[in-house]
């Protein structure tokens, strides 16, 4: 019996003291009677002019900063003269081949261009050069392009900037080969390079902004 009491009275004051809690929680504390007067206050704060000057040693260091360009135009020929130089204007390989993109220099004729040192350096006129020389190429490969884009050849879909690549690399004459010989026909540069991989590499770019001209001339 007075085991039983107790756990009674026990279980009461359990009851009794949540309620007193529950009823209390909607206090409000009034903030005003606390402050910080006459106390010795330390704070941990960033050196802000050193913030600046580290910042400004970062912009100007030689950081190449290369925005992603996906599949446009810029990115097409951008990932094209990165494979053919490392984007160099000033590169001349092995076998003679000329600036960023790598001309050769009977390609420069056919685009008006007869000064190669002139050429080598003017990233303008290089520049000029690769839009005249696709817009050739893409004038040549115009029945190709029409009859081959979205078939599948060696397991690649042949697209119009891969064709226009591997035309950049071979020429447009190594291209029609590749294709009416359903790939059996692949011919390979001085380094090795096929029109294959560049068909393959260069695959789904949007090179609508190039316009076939036979007669297109850099200058």
Do not use: C
């Not at 209390?24 to 600046?52: F, H, M, P, R």
């Not at 884009?149 to 060696?154: E, P």
């Not at 190594?174 to 390979?188: E, I, P, Q, T």
Request: net charge positive; no cysteine.
């Amino acid at each position: 019996m007075i085991r039983n009491i107790g756990r009674f009275v026990t279980i009461t004051l359990t009851i009794l003291t949540l309620l007193y809690v529950s009823f209390q929680s909607n206090e409000t504390i009034d903030l005003s009677k606390y402050s910080t007067e006459g106390l010795d206050l330390n704070y941990t704060v960033s050196n802000i002019a050193a913030v600046n000057e580290n910042e400004s040693e970062l912009w100007d260091s030689d950081f190449e900063f290369s925005p992603y360009l996906g599949k446009s135009f810029v990115g097409f020929k951008e990932a094209l003269a990165f494979k053919e130089s490392g984007g160099d204007y000033s590169s001349v390989n092995t076998y003679g081949y000329l600036g960023k993109y790598q001309f050769g220099s009977e390609t420069l004729k056919l685009i008006g261009i007869h000064n190669p040192e002139k050429f080598l350096k003017s990233p303008k006129l290089q520049e000029k050069a690769f839009i005249a020389n696709s817009a050739r190429n893409k004038w040549i490969l115009r029945r190709d392009i029409k009859n081959f884009v979205g078939k599948r050849i060696n397991g690649i879909i042949i697209t119009e900037s891969g064709m226009l690549a591997a035309a950049h690399l071979a020429g447009p004459g190594s291209v029609k080969k590749y294709l009416r010989s359903y790939g059996l026909d692949n011919f390979a540069d001085g380094y090795g390079t096929t029109v294959h991989y560049y068909m393959k590499r260069f695959s789904g770019y949007d090179t609508s902004f190039v316009k076939a001209n036979r007669k297109a001339k850099a200058i």
